[in-house]
T-cell receptor, first 113, second 114 residues
């Protein structure tokens, strides 16, 4: 089975711009979660989508949003980028058999200048 | 809210040394615990997990962890580390709600000297 894929892998944006990141889960997985990884804050949960609905949300401002499509692919969007948004954004998918193992993608490295 | 703490931020060991990384959790419900590993340039991947039953859990690559309820701990161990174990290790617990939210500890960077 192909793993979780994320595009693009690297991105450079300017403050004030917006960005959209994409995640394709493992085939058959219906739950997709997003995490932000930074040296200072570590791994922080952004949100989780299941069956096109946001099921859980972390403590991030409304500039961070996401959605899930009927094929379980997910996108996250960050508007009005700030320097502090520079991070590795990780997507994880799960078959969702209760609390289950999550399979992580390689991440998108976002740099905001 | 669930939280998890890892006390060792950086650990340096020589090959063949024994490893123990600490993880303490604060959790009010059913205890599920995870250890994930991130090798340099690679995806975050599951090392092992505890859901119930035997408190000594064995994972991949010779790692194991022991769930000690009275100490709220889930320490990761390996009797003899190799250079290839150089990585960052994360302990994690589920969120409050149903679903697949994970709360991660701050991580421990392990460097194994050949």
């Amino acid at each position: 089975k192909a793993g979780v894929t994320q595009t693009p892998r690297y991105l450079i944006k300017t403050r004030g711009q917006q960005v959209t990141l994409s995640c394709s889960p493992i085939s058959g997985h219906r739950s997709v979660s997003w995490y932000q990884q930074t040296p200072g804050q570590g791994l922080q949960f952004l949100f989780e989508y299941f069956s096109e609905t946001q099921r859980n949300k972390g403590n991030f401002p409304g500039r961070f949003s996401g959605r899930q499509f009927s094929n379980s692919r997910s996108e996250m969007n960050v508007s009005t980028l700030e320097l502090g948004d520079s991070a590795l954004y990780l997507c994880a998918s799960s078959p969702d058999r209760g609390m289950d193992e999550q399979y992580f993608g390689p991440g998108t490295r976002l740099t905001v200048t | 809210a669930q939280s998890v703490s890892q006390h060792n931020h950086h650990v340096i060991l020589s090959e063949a040394a024994s490893l123990e990384l600490g993880c303490n959790y604060s959790y009010g419900g059913t205890v599920n615990l995870f250890w994930y590993v991130q090798y340099p340039g690679q995806h975050l991947q599951l090392l092992l997990k505890y859901f119930s039953g035997d408190p000594l859990v064995k994972g991949i690559k010779g790692f194991e962890a022991e769930f000690i309820k009275s100490k709220f701990s889930f320490n990761l161990r390996k009797p003899s580390v190799q250079w290839s174990d150089t990585a960052e290790y994360f302990c994690a617990v589920p969120g409050n709600n149903a679903g697949n939210m994970l709360t991660f500890g701050g991580g421990t960077r392990l460097m194994v000297k050949p």
